[in-house]
C-alpha cells in the first residue's frame, strides 16, 4: 500500500523535540497516556487534522493504518471509560481534539510521537494555559528501523525483529551485544568460581549433557545462569536419589523445553558451562537446598551471562520460540546524505511515555516470580527473551532488537556508582528538611527494592526471606547491621514504620508480625523526610530455621519503649459496601479518648483497593469486636516549618493488640496520625512514664 502526502513529507529527521522532563499522568492504562504540562509553543509537524480524515486515510495508506490503529484503542478506551466516570467510580479524562501532530521520539530510540491536545475549559486547564502549557495526549508512537545490508544500517540501530528467537541472526545479535559488552570493565566478569555443582553442555551436536560435581574446590571458567519460571508442570529435578544419574548424563530430549532452548543457546554462544537451580540443587533435601539457595549471591554475581526466559510461564514453554508478529511499513528514509529504506511499524503507548516498563517488563510471567528479582539484581548483565522480542541489558544501558536503548538498567548491585541520573529532590520535598540520617542513601536502595519484591509471587510461601537473602547479605555490609527478619537492627524503629500497600497477610508462618515478611504487598518504607525517634529498641531477637542468617525464621520479637494511646473503631454510619466511596473509605476511623472524636482512617493490614476489600474490612472490624487496640507511636516526621518547638509534623505509628493468653503485642496495621487525633504531644511525655511493649 503506497503512502499519503503527509506521511511521504515527514520531516523525520528534524521532526520538533520536547523536553525530557516532562511528566505524565499515570493512568495505569495501556492507551490513554497524558502529559499535563506540554509547552503551548511546542505543536509538532502537522498531520491529519481529525480522527475522520485520518480513518478515511488509512484505507490507503499504511502508514496511517498504523496510527489509526493506535488512535482507535485510545478512542474505545475513552468510550468504555465513560459509563464509569459518569456513575463516579473512575476519573473522567476530558477528550482530545483529534488534531494531530508529530514530535521526535523522546529518547529510547528512532521514531516520532503522534499527538493531539485536550481543549478544555476547566479551572485546571484554564490555569495550565496562564502557564504557557497545556494537556496533551499520545495517541501513537512509531518506531523506525532497517533491515541488514541497507545503505542506512550503520546510522540506524534497529532490526525487524526476528519471527524466533532461535533463529542463527537472533542468536548473532546477542553474541554481538555480549561481545561489545566484553569490552566494558564494570560488566564482563571474566572467568570466575565456577559453583559447587554446574551442568557441561559439551559437544555442540552431542544429545546429552551431564552434571558435573562435586566441581574442584578453586576451578574457575565461564557459565551461564538460567533465571526462569517453573510453572505448573512436572519439573525435571536432581534428587539424592538421581543425583549420580544426572552425572552420567542428560538425554537433551527429555528435559522441558526451556532447559533445552538453554542449552542451545549456551553452546551456540561458546559457553562451556551452565548453572540451573533444578539440576544443581538437590530439591528433596531441605538442607542442601538451604545452603546452595544462601549462595545465589556468588552464583548469579559470577555468572558471565543471565539469561532470562522471561516470557515462559513454566519450564515446559521454552523461549526461544516465535515471536507475535508486528506490522512494518516500508518508506525513504535518509540520514546524514545516506538514503535507504526503513521500516515504521508501531510503539506500546504506556511504555513509551513510562520508559521503565521498558526496562522491567511487568506484563511477562518472569517479572511476577520473587526469585527473578533477585537473580536479575545480582546479576552483571542480563539477557531478557520477551514476548515481543529480545533485550540485552548492562551498565551501559539497555537495548532491544528494534532499536530500544535507554541509558537506564534494572536496579543491579553492580550499577556504577553515581551513574548517569543525578539524584534530583522531586519539587513537592521543596522546604522540607530532609533525611540525612548515617547510610539513608544506602538504605533507600534496599526500600526500592523491597517496593518491587513485596508483590512478587512465590510457588512455595515459605520462600520469603530466603528469595531475597542473597541481596540482604550484600546490604547488611553496606549498611553494617544485623537481619532481624527483613528489617535492620540499627535503623529498627524507621524499618518498623512500613505501610501495607495492596498487602494480604498470609495464614502460615514465616515472619513476626512486625515484619513485612509476614504478608505479600508492597511495603512502602522509607523515610525521605527528617524524623525524630520516639520509640527505643532495647532489645531484639530472631530464632532462624537453619544457618542462614538471611534465610527462614520461626520466630522472633523486638522490646521497645514508646509512647502509646488507646484506639476506638468509630462504626457510626461506616458501611464500606456502600455504591460510589471511594476505596480508602474502606478503612474504617478510629479515635482516642482525648483527641479529635471525628478521629482519621486506619490503616489496616488489608488490601483496602481490592474488589473484596469491603468484606476484609468488615472481617477485621469483626475480628476486633471485644479487643483493645493501640497506636504504638514510632517517629514524628518534620514539616516544612523551620521552627521545632511549634513543628506540627506527622507521628507514625503502629495499630497492635495482646496476643491471646500472652503479654506479648502482634501488629495489626498502620496510622499516620497528628495531636489533634492524639490529643496530645507524645514527644513531651517523660521518658521514665513511657511503657515498654514486646512485639512478636
Not at 471485644?626 to 506527622?650: H, Y
Amino acid at each position: 500500500m503506497p503512502l499519503c502526502s503527509l506521511c511521504r513529507d515527514i520531516p523525520w529527521e528534524s521532526l520538533p523535540t520536547i523536553p525530557d522532563d516532562l511528566g505524565a499522568i499515570l493512568s495505569g492504562l495501556p492507551y490513554i497516556q497524558a502529559i499535563p504540562n506540554w509547552p503551548t509553543a511546542v505543536r509538532g509537524h502537522p498531520h491529519h487534522q481529525s480522527l475522520d480524515t485520518l480513518r478515511q486515510s488509512a484505507s490507503s495508506c499504511s502508514l496511517c493504518s498504523l496510527i489509526c490503529e493506535s488512535a482507535e484503542n485510545v478512542q474505545k478506551e475513552l468510550e468504555d471509560l465513560k459509563p464509569k466516570w459518569e456513575a463516579g467510580e473512575a476519573r473522567q479524562y476530558d477528550w482530545p481534539t483529534w488534531e494531530m501532530w508529530l514530535v521526535k521520539r523522546r529518547k529510547g530510540g528512532d521514531g516520532c510521537w503522534v499527538m493531539s491536545f485536550v481543549d478544555t475549559q476547566s479551572h485546571w486547564g484554564q490555569r495550565r494555559k496562564d502557564r504557557g502549557v497545556e494537556e496533551a495526549w499520545m495517541v501513537a508512537a512509531l518506531g523506525i528501523c532497517v533491515r541488514d545490508g541497507d545503505f542506512l544500517d550503520s546510522l540506524i540501530v534497529g532490526r525487524p525483529v526476528e519471527v524466533d528467537g532461535g533463529t542463527p541472526t537472533a542468536i548473532g545479535r546477542a553474541q554481538k551485544w555480549l561481545q561489545e559488552c566484553d569490552e566494558h570493565s564494570d560488566c564482563n566478569p571474566g572467568e570466575t568460581l565456577l559453583p559447587s555443582r554446574i551442568i557441561d553442555v559439551g559437544d555442540v551436536n552431542s544429545p546429552e549433557v551431564r552434571l558435573w560435581e562435586p566441581v574442584p574446590e578453586g576451578t574457575i571458567g565461564k557459565y551461564l545462569s538460567l533465571s526462569y519460571c517453573w510453572g505448573k508442570s512436572k519439573e525435571f529435578t536432581t534428587t539424592r536419589a538421581t543425583i549420580e544419574e544426572r552425572k552420567r548424563g542428560i538425554t537433551i530430549a527429555d528435559i522441558p523445553a526451556t532447559y533445552q532452548d538453554i542449552i542451545k543457546l549456551t553452546r551456540s554462544l561458546g559457553i562451556r558451562y551452565l548453572w540451573i537451580d533444578s539440576l544443581c540443587i538437590c530439591q528433596d533435601e531441605h538442607s542442601d537446598w538451604e545452603r546452595e539457595s544462601a549462595k545465589m549471591l556468588s552464583t548469579y554475581s559470577n555468572a558471565y551471562l543471565t539469561v532470562a526466559a522471561s516470557r515462559a510461564s513454566e519450564s515446559a514453554e521454552g523461549f526461544l520460540g516465535p515471536r507475535s508478529d508486528r506490522k512494518y511499513v516500508q518508506l525513504d528514509y535518509s540520514r546524514g546524505g545516506v538514503q535507504g529504506e526503513a521500516l515504521a511499524f508501531s510503539l506500546p503507548l504506556r511504555e513509551e511515555l513510562v520508559k521503565n516498563d521498558y526496562i522491567t517488563l511487568p506484563k511477562e510471567p518472569l517479572s511476577e516470580r520473587a526469585w527473578g528479582l533477585q537473580e536479575r539484581v545480582l546479576s552483571h548483565r542480563v539477557l531478557l527473551y520477551g514476548t515481543n522480542q529480545m533485550f540485552f541489558e548492562c551498565n551501559r544501558g539497555y537495548r532491544g532488537e528494534d532499536g530500544l536503548f535507554l541509558k537506564e538498567r534494572h536496579d543491579c548491585i553492580h550499577k556504577r556508582e553515581g551513574g548517569d541520573t543525578p539524584n534530583v529532590i522531586p519539587r513537592y520535598y521543596e522546604g522540607f528538611e530532609l533525611n540525612k540520617r548515617p547510610k539513608h542513601s544506602i538504605l533507600k536502595g534496599w526500600y526500592n527494592l523491597l517496593w518491587r519484591y513485596g508483590p512478587k509471587k512465590l510457588s512455595h510461601a515459605a520462600d520469603k526471606l530466603p528469595a531475597i537473602s542473597g541481596l540482604a547479605s550484600i546490604y547488611s555490609e553496606r549498611i553494617e547491621s544485623e537481619y532481624l527478619a527483613g528489617l535492620w537492627r540499627h535503623q529498627i524503629i524507621e524499618g518498623l514504620a512500613w505501610q501495607g500497600l495492596d498487602y494480604r497477610r498470609v495464614s502460615e508462618y514465616r515472619a513476626p508480625s512486625w515484619s513485612w515478611a509476614s504478608g505479600d504487598g508492597i511495603p512502602a518504607t522509607g523515610q525521605t523526610i527528617a524524623f525524630d525517634e520516639l520509640a527505643t529498641m532495647l532489645d531484639a531477637k530472631i530464632t532462624l530455621k537453619g544457618d542462614n542468617p538471611f534465610g527462614e525464621v520461626t520466630g522472633g520479637w523486638i522490646k521497645l519503649c514508646a509512647p502509646i494511646e488507646q484506639l476506638y473503631l468509630i462504626l457510626d454510619n461506616w458501611d464500606p459496601e456502600t455504591p460510589g466511596h471511594v476505596p480508602y473509605e474502606n478503612n474504617v476511623k478510629v479515635r482516642t479518648a482525648g483527641g479529635n472524636p471525628e478521629g482519621q482512617h486506619s490503616r489496616f493490614d488489608f488490601a483496602f483497593t481490592a474488589d473484596d476489600a469491603p468484606q476484609q474490612a468488615k472481617k477485621i472490624v469483626k475480628s476486633l469486636e471485644g479487643v483493645e487496640i493501640f497506636a504504638l507511636i514510632l517517629l514524628k516526621s518534620r514539616s516544612s516549618k523551620r521552627d521545632p518547638a511549634n513543628d506540627e509534623g506527622t507521628y507514625y505509628a503502629l495499630i497492635v493488640s495482646k496476643v491471646n493468653g500472652t503479654e506479648n503485642y502482634q501488629r495489626l496495621g498502620f496510622l499516620h496520625c497528628d495531636k489533634e487525633l492524639l490529643g496530645r504531644r507524645p514527644e513531651e511525655q517523660p521518658k521514665e512514664q513511657l511503657s515498654t511493649f514486646t512485639l512478636v
